[in-house]
């Protein structure tokens, strides 16, 4: 028998589903912590220039300085003006800083003063982090395929929390940083064994809403973040609390069992069967005696090549779904990161920024009722207009009180929109890709995510190199009007709801025909 029908026979989404499912989503909320732990420790505090060796407190009179301190026209918190040449305040170059510790004790930016000229380095870290995630996406990608999901896992999951202890008790910021990066290559491949070991296991009809579901664990790392970095208040501390509960679930690693599809592919039919006997016999069901499994291989593989030679139909589409996946990325994590810039209480605004992502997951379980199309659309079109009103409120909106709670307020609009469209594209482009290419576009898609991801961090600091009037307006317009296009591009893309997927490129160029 095939597998997907002796999964239906055996029960699509029993008891073991649900058992393998609740195991392989625990350690996904760890995923959560280190895919967003950056607004924390790489936040910025208010902070000014140390004037002389014994100037610790971030309180601060500039009438002290001199009796002609209203000779600064505009106080620049990079300048030391503790020295004077007769009635004149000389400014130089600031040595020290001291920092505000309304909201943290220590952060990397404090540890490693990595503000005015040095500010670049917190925007380096994020982004060597996105592009660990990268790397994590193809190796563990490939390794998953080579030596099993779960061994894949394994390996994963204990690389990050060497990695992850080992950036706790960096002592420089490079390595820090390197560190931080081998984080964000393990956490992704965490992750992406996890949701193949828990989509494996599922009847076909359950794959949608356990792809919604799993988010939901993703969502709560992003929410127990909080209290963690609210409590600890240090970047050490913080790294520590979001590491060590991956020790945990490697004490039940041997209740998992690796993918029966996987080793299917292997030739390995006993261990496969004995994967799917247990699954029969936790959901109460018994399997024939003379039951056995067998491979499909009734569709050969093509490669991406093809798709150049006689697939221009899928090629556009292709293109429209990678362009469609890096701004609706970029855009995903460059509110999410922002939410820590916004002004106000960090933790506030990053709760507010993360709860939301539970009403759009729950939103999109309604995806065969609403299609694929029409939720990807809309979430799209919602981001990209609240990233340009963020733009129109900045411009008009002078009262910091009102402006504040805008920004709030439009973020979290945002987050909603991008939460609903990045969760619903991974279904669309799915059910769009042949199958004898679709892990392979669907790989490329992923790939141009990572990448949207890696200039999030660099997005949301452009604001740094433009004149003041616009630092805060240029990041809500790139964001907002990259989402926008994309939104308006999808619409060139057919509905693929309550369809019989395409088996070969020819059947993709005509679909849904």
Not at 90 to 99: A, D, G, H, L, N
Not at 204 to 226: D, P
Not at 404 to 422: D, E, P, Q, R, T
Not at 463 to 476: C, I, Q, T, W
């Amino acid at each position: 028998m095939k597998l997907d029908k002796v999964l239906e026979a055996i029960g699509g989404f029993g008891k073991y589903q649900k058992f393998q499912f609740f195991l392989a989503g625990l350690p996904t909320i760890v995923v959560g912590f280190h895919q967003l732990v950056a607004v924390f420790l790489n936040a910025t505090p208010e902070f000014r220039c140390a004037h002389n060796s014994t100037d610790e407190s971030f309180e601060f009179n500039l009438a002290s300085l001199s009796y002609n301190f209203s000779a600064i026209e505009s106080y620049d918190p990079c300048v030391d003006y503790s020295s004077s040449f007769g009635n004149q305040i000389v400014s130089e170059p600031c040595q020290k800083f001291v920092y505000s510790k309304e909201y943290f004790s220590k952060t990397i930016v404090t540890e490693w003063d990595l503000v005015c000229e040095e500010n670049f380095k917190s925007t380096l870290s994020t982004m060597l982090y996105m592009a660990g995630s990268l790397i994590g996406n193809l190796v563990f990608g490939i390794l998953s395929d080579v030596i099993g999901r779960k061994k894949a896992m394994v390996l994963a999951m204990v690389l990050l929390i060497l990695f992850g202890f080992g950036a706790a008790f960096s002592p420089y910021y490079y390595l820090f940083a390197v560190l931080r990066m081998g984080v964000g290559g393990c956490a992704t491949g965490l992750y992406m064994c996890l949701f193949v070991i828990a989509m494996e296991l599922v009847g076909k009809q359950y794959r949608v809403y356990i792809g919604v579901a799993v988010r939901y664990f993703y969502t709560t790392g992003f929410v127990i973040l909080t209290g963690i970095a609210y409590l600890s208040k240090d970047w050490f501390y913080t790294q520590i609390a979001t590491t060590a509960p991956a020790l945990l679930f490697l004490s039940y690693i041997w209740l998992v069992p690796e993918s029966a599809r996987w080793l299917l592919s292997k030739e390995r039919t006993a261990e496969a069967s004995e994967v799917v006997s247990r699954a029969a016999r936790m959901n109460g069901v018994a399997l024939p005696d003379d039951f056995s499994l067998e491979q499909d291989t009734s569709v050969s593989r093509a490669s991406l090549s093809e798709v150049l030679k006689k697939g221009r139909t899928l090629f556009a589409r292709a293109l429209i779904l990678c362009v469609t996946w890096a701004s609706g990325c970029a855009g995903y994590y460059g509110l999410s990161l922002n939410s820590g810039n916004i002004g106000g209480n960090i933790y506030t605004n990053f709760l507010l920024s993360v709860v939301v992502e539970f009403v759009s997951y729950t939103v999109c379980l309604s995806i065969n009722k609403l299609g694929r199309k029409k939720l990807c659309i809309s979430g799209l079109l919602v981001a990209g207009s609240a990233c340009i009103a963020t733009v129109l409120v900045d411009h008009f909106v002078e009262d910091d009180a009102q402006l504040n709670g805008y920004h709030i307020a439009l973020n979290v609009v945002g987050k909603f929109g991008l939460s609903i469209s990045h969760c619903t594209i991974y279904v669309w482009a799915a059910e769009l890709y042949p199958t004898t290419l679709r892990n392979s576009l669907l790989g490329l898609n992923a790939t141009m995510g990572r990448i949207g991801q890696i200039l999030a961090p660099l997005v949301n600091d452009i604001g740094n190199f433009v004149p003041e009037k616009y630092s805060k307006m240029l990041s809500p317009a790139i964001i907002g009007t990259s989402v926008i296009l994309s939104g308006l591009l999808t619409f060139l893309l057919p509905e693929t709801a309550g369809r019989k997927l395409p088996e070969t490129i020819e059947e993709a160029n005509v679909f849904p025909r």
